[in-house]
């Protein structure tokens, strides 16, 4: 599973809101709906984001194994 844990640490670190990403950045109320709920988003946005955030990758997201009952 895909985090954006580390995007709400990096946003913070910088003191970036979601309302800055919405407004400033033009980035739609759904993606960041789908970014807060850990849903899928395009690498075109992950790569927006990286650019916004001037941060790499890992800054932005984390790779979770999914538990296998």
Known sequence: M???APLWRTMAE????TYT???K???SHATVQRLQ???PVSTHTLNKLC???N???EDVAEYIP???E
């Open 25 to 27: 950045y033009e980035m």
């Open 2 to 4: 895909i985090r954006y």
């Open 51 to 53: 650019a916004i955030l």
């Open 21 to 23: 990403l919405r407004v």
């Open 14 to 17: 910088r003191k970036m809101t």
């Open 37 to 39: 709920a850990d849903m």
């Open 55 to 57: 941060c790499k990758l």
């Open 66 to 68: 999914d538990e296998e």
